[in-house]
């Protein structure tokens, strides 16, 4: 590789020779830490440290991924693995130049590349340069950014190869600019990421608006983007659509250096300069093109105290004026203009119902916070809005609620699903198809009431009479008949036994009491002290063989909550132990918690470990009883605000050595209160099932309740 003027580049510095960390090479393999320091211990012809950052070894990334591609360790594909080895050395430059002239010069070179269809690192830097001169001749996309990286120090003949490598691991120009585009948050290109969707919600404003349904036929077939940021809405939507179909790309940017970035990755992916249009402003060169077909909106964020709903629906308004008949919008912006209440009959709430009294408005979807990551508080909403000829409309919107849900891919493509049957029925609803997540309604229920807010009021049929929903009242009798079993239960229990009784009195001072602790009854062989397992929490499931006794469950009760499977505690725990009848299980992380396990056969998940009674002892320890008094003892012996760990260790708190008499009577105190307050909690529980079952069905309206029969009043 040659500098500017044809000598040989000089030997970068140590901090661009893709240096990584243990940490770094379990990231890069998709492993945990402690698995790539396992590696260096067992195999030989792991890769040697090169040096040290920060006093921990730092190894060469290439030789590491050649181990990694040649052994077959991992969990990460090969092209995936030599696409994040060249995105981790760009993120070393970011400590060299600015993270922005970086990206901007990679994403630069990588369509360079597109446009010579020959490696980069083949040519001199001053050939490059030449040939960047040559293809964006009137600077628009790549000129600026090519000439930004200074060949004095080799940054650019270096990014230059690097950008091959990134292209070869990508297998095109185009999938390597967005690679380092879905990167640009970890390079440190933050202003790239602050107005930008999340990635499924930018999809799914593409999927949206129809444009994967519209064939190479339609005419005037623009699809227009204003406010393009960085791109992502653009590239979403070329990626929606037919290859055989080729759109028009009008869009608008104000920010001179992000409408090339947006340029640059449109061109790459094989766009003509002659089917894109990005005017550096605000406004869609319409009068030279022509109105859209299609247009998505992502309008600019602005902050809550100065944002006016009134301004908002003013935006989405002068949107909808470029739309002719059958034409599309789809727009994304703040939910408390576009479908929260607003006050009635102000000039927001008149102009906002105004897209209803037009048929415009087709369906508004309220969407949870974090749709627009980097502004996680920031409320969003989805408008899809439509202007059909006057005898064509049919006065129905579809109104979906998502705030309470995840944006996961099922529930995104149900929302596309439901609205792409909406708009094959011709806007109207189809009785073959319920929507999943929301209702559609006759848009005078809304046009009618001022300042309503644009959500679903009710259950639709089909959610509404699900089985689930239908089988209420039955459950609610079988609960109103299991407490009045556990009732009678009680009663019977309480009534064959002794009143409760603890016959505690002060101790004498005559009959002093002996302190002992944990560390002691192991030495004096009472008690045997047995570790926890590392249990990897992807085996831990709901429906396993056997019990998991995390410090979880024994700190806050929940046993049984989380078991694992026979077939895997055989075989990736073969030397885990179960748990016996009367095992004591302590905690000290992340709070200090101790239960007995009264049944046994239960495997305990470090740091919870086991202290088991020797019933062979002279004195044998009550389970119960230790439990209790190392209960009380941590009480005593808490972690005070600010330290990192309790006054005491768990084996040395001190606790009383009660004689077997009276260890006998504590014990089968313990036991009594421990089965009276087994069956206050069946009863607790049944009692809050009722809650929730009654408190449910209210809530989404599939349930009432009457007055009861007269047999039944007091």
Same mark, same amino acid.
């Given at each position: 590789?040659?500098?500017?003027?044809?000598?040989?580049?000089?030997?970068l510095?140590e901090?661009?020779?893709?240096? *990584?960390?243990?940490?770094? *090479?379990?990231?890069?393999?998709?492993?945990?830490?402690?698995?790539?320091?396992?590696?260096?211990r067992?195999?030989?012809?792991?890769?040697?440290?090169?040096?040290?950052?920060?006093?921990?070894?730092?190894?060469?990334?290439?030789?590491?991924?050649?181990?990694?591609?040649?052994?077959g360790?991992?969990?990460t594909?090969a092209?995936?693995?030599?696409?994040?080895?060249?995105?981790?050395?760009?993120?070393?430059?970011?400590?060299?130049m600015?993270?922005?002239t970086?990206?901007?010069?990679?994403?630069?070179?990588?369509?360079l590349?597109?446009?010579?269809?020959?490696?980069?690192?083949?040519?001199?830097?001053?050939?490059l340069?030449?040939?960047?001169?040559?293809i964006?001749?009137?600077?628009? /996309?790549? %000129?600026?950014?090519?000439?930004?990286?200074?060949?004095?120090?080799?940054?650019?003949?270096?990014?230059?190869?690097?950008?091959?490598?990134?292209?070869?691991?990508?297998?095109?120009?185009?999938?390597?600019?967005?690679?380092?585009?879905?990167a640009?948050?970890?390079?440190?290109?933050?202003?790239?990421?602050?107005?930008?969707?999340?990635?499924?919600?930018?999809?799914?404003?593409?999927?949206?608006s129809?444009?994967?349904?519209?064939?190479?036929?339609?005419?005037?077939?623009?699809?227009?983007?204003?406010?393009?940021?960085?791109?992502?809405?653009?590239?979403?939507?070329?990626?929606?659509?037919?290859?055989?179909?080729?759109?028009?790309?009008?869009?608008?940017?104000?920010?001179?250096?992000?409408?090339?970035?947006?340029?640059?990755?449109?061109?790459?992916?094989g766009v003509?300069?002659?089917?894109l249009?990005?005017?550096d402003g605000?406004?869609?060169?319409?009068?030279?093109?022509?109105?859209?077909?299609?247009i998505?909106?992502?309008?600019? /964020?602005?902050?809550?105290?100065?944002?006016?709903?009134?301004?908002?629906?003013?935006?989405?308004?002068?949107?909808?004026?470029?739309?002719t008949?059958?034409?599309?919008?789809?727009?994304?912006?703040?939910?408390?203009?576009?479908?929260h209440?607003?006050?009635?009959?102000e000039?927001?709430?008149?102009l906002?119902?105004?897209?209803?009294?037009?048929?415009?408005?087709?369906?508004?979807?309220?969407?949870?916070?974090?749709?627009?990551?980097?502004?996680?508080? /920031?409320?969003?909403?989805?408008?899809?809005?439509?202007?059909?000829?006057?005898?064509?409309r049919?006065?129905?919107?579809?109104?979906?609620?998502?705030?309470?849900?995840?944006?996961?891919?099922?529930?995104l493509?149900?929302?596309v699903?439901?609205l792409? *049957?909406?708009?094959t029925?011709?806007? %109207?609803?189809?009785?073959r198809h319920?929507?999943?997540?929301g209702?559609?309604?006759?848009?005078?229920g809304?046009?009618?009431?001022?300042?309503?807010?644009?959500?679903?009021?009710?259950?639709?049929?089909?959610?509404?009479?699900?089985?689930?929903?239908?089988?209420?009242?039955?459950r609610?009798?079988?609960?109103?008949?299991?407490?009045?079993?556990?009732?009678?239960?009680?009663?019977?229990?309480?009534?064959?036994?002794?009143?409760?009784k603890?016959?505690?009195?002060?101790r004498?001072?005559?009959?002093?009491?002996?302190?002992?602790?944990?560390?002691?009854l192991?030495?004096?062989?009472r008690?045997?002290?047995?570790?926890?397992?590392r249990?990897?929490?992807?085996?831990?499931?709901?429906?396993?063989? /056997?019990?998991?006794?995390?410090p979880?469950?024994?700190?806050?009760?929940?046993?049984?909550?989380?078991?694992?499977?026979?077939?895997?505690?055989?075989t990736a725990?073969?030397?885990?132990?179960?748990?016996?009848?009367?095992?004591?299980?302590?905690?000290?992380?992340?709070?200090?918690?101790?239960?007995?396990?009264?049944?046994?056969?239960?495997?305990?998940?470090?740091?919870?470990?086991?202290?088991?009674?020797?019933?062979?002892?002279?004195?044998p320890?009550?389970?119960?009883?230790?439990?209790?008094?190392?209960?009380a003892?941590?009480?005593?012996?808490?972690?005070?605000?600010?330290?990192?760990?309790?006054a005491?260790?768990?084996?040395?708190?001190?606790i009383?050595d009660?004689?077997? $008499?009276?260890?006998?009577?504590? $014990?089968?105190?313990?036991?009594?209160?421990?089965?009276?307050?087994?069956?206050?909690r069946?009863?607790?529980?049944?009692?809050?099932?009722?809650?929730?079952?009654?408190?449910?069905?209210?809530?989404?309206?599939?349930?009432?309740? *009457?007055?009861?029969?007269?047999?039944?009043?007091?």
């Amino acid at each position: 590789m040659t500098g500017a003027h044809g000598a040989a580049a000089p030997i970068l510095p140590e901090v661009m020779s893709g240096r *990584i960390s243990y940490a770094e *090479i379990g990231t890069l393999a998709q492993v945990k830490r402690p698995v790539v320091t396992t590696w260096a211990r067992r195999h030989a012809d792991f890769p040697q440290p090169v040096g040290n950052e920060g006093g921990s070894p730092v190894f060469d990334g290439r030789a590491v991924v050649e181990w990694l591609l040649t052994t077959g360790r991992g969990n990460t594909d090969a092209r995936q693995l030599r696409a994040e080895l060249a995105l981790h050395t760009l993120s070393s430059w970011c400590r060299r130049m600015p993270a922005r002239t970086m990206l901007d010069g990679v994403t630069a070179l990588i369509h360079l590349r597109h446009e010579l269809d020959e490696p980069l690192a083949d040519l001199g830097w001053d050939a490059l340069l030449q040939r960047a001169d040559e293809i964006d001749f009137e600077d628009t /996309y790549i %000129r600026r950014e090519v000439f930004a990286l200074t060949p004095d120090d080799a940054a650019g003949p270096a990014l230059a190869g690097l950008a091959d490598e990134l292209i070869e691991a990508a297998y095109s120009p185009a999938e390597a600019v967005e690679w380092v585009m879905e990167a640009r948050r970890r390079l440190g290109c933050h202003d790239l990421t602050m107005d930008e969707p999340a990635s499924a919600v930018t999809t799914t404003l593409a999927r949206l608006s129809g444009i994967a349904a519209l064939d190479e036929d339609a005419e005037d077939f623009i699809v227009a983007v204003p406010y393009a940021n960085s791109g992502d809405l653009l590239v979403a939507l070329h990626a929606q659509t037919d290859p055989e179909v080729r759109p028009f790309f009008l869009a608008a940017e104000p920010t001179q250096d992000f409408a090339r970035l947006a340029r640059r990755r449109m061109l790459v992916r094989g766009v003509q300069e002659y089917e894109l249009d990005m005017a550096d402003g605000q406004h869609l060169a319409t009068d030279d093109w022509g109105y859209p077909r299609v247009i998505v909106c992502v309008l600019p /964020y602005g902050a809550a105290e100065a944002r006016s709903p009134l301004a908002v629906l003013q935006q989405v308004q002068d949107l909808t004026d470029l739309l002719t008949d059958h034409c599309t919008a789809v727009v994304l912006g703040p939910s408390d203009a576009l479908v929260h209440a607003l006050p009635p009959r102000e000039e927001a709430d008149r102009l906002r119902r105004s897209f209803l009294t037009e048929g415009l408005l087709k369906a508004a979807v309220n969407l949870p916070e974090g749709a627009v990551p980097y502004r996680p508080a /920031y409320r969003t909403a989805i408008w899809v809005l439509c202007r059909t000829p006057k005898d064509e409309r049919r006065g129905q919107i579809l109104l979906a609620d998502l705030s309470s849900k995840p944006l996961t891919a099922p529930s995104l493509d149900a929302l596309v699903e439901d609205l792409d *049957i909406f708009r094959t029925a011709g806007w %109207r609803a189809d009785g073959r198809h319920e929507p999943r997540n929301g209702e559609i309604l006759a848009a005078t229920g809304l046009r009618d009431r001022p300042g309503t807010a644009f959500a679903p009021q009710h259950r639709t049929a089909a959610r509404r009479y699900t089985r689930a929903v239908v089988e209420r009242p039955a459950r609610i009798s079988d609960l109103e008949l299991r407490l009045a079993q556990l009732a009678d239960k009680t009663r019977l229990e309480l009534s064959l036994t002794a009143e409760l009784k603890a016959h505690a009195v002060l101790r004498p001072e005559e009959r002093p009491f002996r302190r002992t602790s944990v560390s002691v009854l192991v030495k004096q062989r009472r008690l045997r002290r047995l570790p926890g397992h590392r249990i990897a929490s992807e085996h831990l499931t709901v429906d396993g063989h /056997y019990p998991v006794l995390t410090p979880d469950e024994i700190t806050f009760g929940t046993g049984g909550a989380r078991r694992i499977d026979r077939g895997v505690l055989l075989t990736a725990y073969e030397h885990a132990e179960f748990t016996q009848p009367g095992d004591v299980v302590v905690t000290a992380t992340p709070s200090f918690g101790a239960c007995v396990d009264e049944e046994g056969l239960s495997v305990v998940a470090f740091p919870a470990r086991v202290l088991r009674v020797r019933p062979d002892a002279e004195r044998p320890v009550r389970p119960r009883v230790l439990a209790a008094l190392l209960r009380a003892a941590a009480a005593e012996y808490a972690r005070v605000g600010g330290a990192v760990r309790a006054a005491r260790r768990l084996e040395d708190f001190p606790i009383p050595d009660l004689d077997q $008499e009276e260890a006998d009577r504590y $014990e089968a105190l313990l036991a009594e209160i421990g089965r009276r307050t087994a069956l206050l909690r069946q009863q607790t529980a049944a009692l809050d099932d009722l809650a929730a079952l009654t408190a449910a069905g209210l809530t989404d309206g599939t349930l009432t309740l *009457i007055e009861p029969p007269a047999s039944f009043r007091s």
